[in-house]
């Protein structure tokens, strides 16, 4: 989430210390990319940023603290130890870091293994840093030889009425007359260094890594805007803005307005703008190198001497340094491009991951991936899958497709998708690839269409008669009609709840060989839906107000399979008689473990089903099928594989061990409701504890294998029943027939 945020504070770096243009002297920006044809040499354009990696070697209990850059450009190093909370200062020299005898922090402590290394523009370092049980901001002048000597401590001293201190700063800056300048979300306030305030300067609330959300240089501060970044000219101490630079897309617009509910965009380029300009130029294709990883979390970006640059990013517990260094002889795009379709690459992290570290290893190959239903518009899933289908037929369309939500039957049927049993086979006689994801998807013939790159986890908790009560629709009613029994699932709209039945019974309403529906079930299928609703207290529509302005949450749609993620809270709190959670990667553990040990429930899973996230086949049509197939072991290797990346579990045993491996890392979350009636805390899973969920998963041998467009079809067809416009027999009659018109088409 912070990704993005962070992306475009960096360019606003870019903006104000590195006033070239966006290519370098006498080299055109971009190239056009283009296959493997016949080319003269010398028409190939030339010119790319390329990347390399300057590890942080760490001893034992050491921690990375901050990255920053000196006055000179030199880069530095801050560390803290474990067994003394002390910092620790190293210097990049090029060949590797250089341990300095002082930090200049002798006597300071950092209990959150953080700090905010400050140079100033007068000349002196200064640090910020979180200290004490209750998260106090300190800051201290730094100088050689000297004990530090705090600042502001009446500032920070400073409580509210519910007994937290006023301020927490998130950006901190010095000016060359030694003004201290603090932001603390809607505004940035600058003191004298014995305290005094002096002016302010209102913002927008930045939620990028509280290191980088301003930037000063010289007079000209710029932070955070509604629609662009704001340029202060410090020296007038007035709060109004003197320049605002647009964002470079709408992007963070969105991600502001939306980050409570848990979404983001990452940064795929280094972007620049010369300061008073309008317009961005983009500097390096971040699609090309580690950037546009998803598991980079990106800290922070220095320019360098050279027309270089330095970006500091995190990935797991690994820190490093990447140099961006500008290649004359390398051509500007790759000569050779590798199409990847599916509907929601977007939310599929681990295909994304794959793609940039594919292209990482192969830098003339561009790994082009295109989303289906990605851009906005009003293009349904059904319009979109329509003409899909109609390119692959025609011996057209991507060289590798990812089929989560398409007829893939109907592809297997018809010739679409390459046999991949051939290059797969090594990976599952080792034993490298799980049973249950191989052996599900092998046809009688030994062929294999399609697999998955990563599975989602149902694990259900509480009550064991509900939780056996899930294997039909039948079991379903029989629970639900016994009034004595809690509801079966959580209070949410009829949308989400028919969403939901249809995951869990998905194989008993649809033919697996066919996809078809199977005679009948539509009926069965809304009466089941029907009962569980009216135990649930279910509607067509909710106020938002409801329950405390939950109503907005029971109406939205999380997910094509209806399921919100997690149900933790409403079994803890007896509202539910079971939790059914989709467990996609650790961070989904700690509060339904803390649930279950809370209650004494033990987890299972849910009638040995799991969700295939990020199905992969290759198109038979294919002409680069050599570097499909390539890519394909790749996704399903372990170096990708052993990331968690938060959009299902491994596939991949070698890399199981690994995530088993990282258990016992500490850490934890907390979820406390806004009226405080419920709060609950949850720790990181052990060893022991990802070792159990891997022997759950293990016994998920069936995938759930939906078709998207069959789904819509049942649930819109279905709904004019439940809001009162249309007899049982009629929605269930509706239902069949369009969805018999889908299968003729």
Known sequence: MIKKLMGLCLTACIMV????????????????????????????????????????????????????????????????????????????????????????????????????????????????????????????????????????????????????????????????????????????????????????????????????????????????????????????????????????????????????????????????????????????????NSLSLPSAYIRKLFVGNETDFYVWMSQSDLHEIKHYTYDRDMPSAPLETL??????????????????????????????LIGGQEGGGNTTASDTIRALNTELLGGNGADVLILDGLPVESYIEKGVLEDMRGILEPMISSGELMEQAAGPYTQTDKSIYHIPSRMILFVAYGDQEAIGSLSSLEAMRNYQSDPSHLPLRPKCSYENLMRQVIALTYDEIVDSSTGKLRPGKIQELIETVKILGDASGARVSFDESEDGGRGRVYNRVDSADGFPGSEFDRVDRNLSAAAVDKVRGMFDMPLLLAVQKKNGYRMEGVNASYLPNGTIGINQASPRKGLAE????????????????????????????????????????????????????????????????????????????????????????????????????????????????????
């Open 17 to 288: 210390t590195g006033l070239w243009g966006c290519s370098a002297p006498g080299t055109p920006e971009t190239g056009t990319s283009g296959e493997n044809q016949a080319r003269q040499e010398k028409d190939i354009p030339r010119g790319r940023y390329v990347e390399s990696s300057i590890g942080i070697p760490l001893e034992d209990g050491e921690h990375v603290a901050d990255v920053g850059q000196t006055w000179d450009k030199e880069l530095e190093l801050y560390t803290i130890r474990d067994k003394d909370k002390t910092a620790i200062r190293y210097v990049w020299t090029g060949d590797g870091w250089e341990k300095q005898e002082e930090s200049m922090m002798e006597g300071l402590t950092f209990p959150y293994d953080s700090l905010h290394m400050i140079y100033g523009g007068d000349g002196n370092r200064y640090v910020l840093y979180q200290g004490g049980d209750d998260y106090k901001c300190n800051m201290a002048r730094l100088s050689e030889g000297q004990a530090p000597q705090a600042l502001l401590e009446h500032v920070f001293s400073v409580k509210n009425d519910r007994g937290y201190y006023d301020t927490q700063v998130d950006f901190g800056a010095v000016t060359e007359d030694g003004k201290i300048l603090l932001s603390t979300g809607r505004e940035t306030s600058a003191y004298s260094q014995t305290g005094e305030k002096l002016f302010s300067l209102p913002q927008e609330s930045s939620a990028s890594e509280w290191k980088t959300s301003g930037l000063l240089a010289g007079n000209q501060y710029i932070t955070n805007g509604s629609k662009g970044f704001l340029e202060y000219d410090i020296s007038s101490q007035s709060a109004a803005a003197t320049t605002e630079y647009a964002y470079r897309s709408t992007d963070l617009i969105r991600f502001r307005n939306r980050i409570s509910e848990g979404l983001g965009f990452s940064v795929a380029d280094i972007h620049h703008m010369n300061q008073g300009g309008s317009l961005w130029e983009t500097v390096a294709d971040g699609t090309l």
């Open 339 to 368: 199409t990847v379709y599916g509907l929601d690459l977007e939310n599929m992290s681990t295909i994304r991951q794959a793609a940039s570290m594919f292209q990482l290893k192969h830098p003339d190959v561009k790994v082009e």
């Open 630 to 745: 390539e890519f394909v072991l790749f996704v399903l290797g372990q170096e990708v594989q052993s990331s968690d990346l938060s959009d299902g579990l491994p596939v991949n045993t070698r890399a199981v061990d690994v995530w088993v491996d990282r258990g016992d890392k500490g850490g934890g979350l907390s979820v406390t409701l806004g009226d405080g009636s419920y709060s609950i805390t949850g720790s990181s899973p052990t060893r022991e504890e990802c070792q159990r969920l891997f022997e759950t998963a293990a016994m998920a041998t069936h995938p759930i294998r939906t078709d998207r467009v069959l789904v819509e079809i049942i649930v819109d067809e279905t709904m004019g029943f439940f809001d009162g416009t249309m007899p049982l027999e009629q929605a269930a009659a509706n239902a069949q027939n369009k969805a018999d018109l889908y299968f003729s088409e």
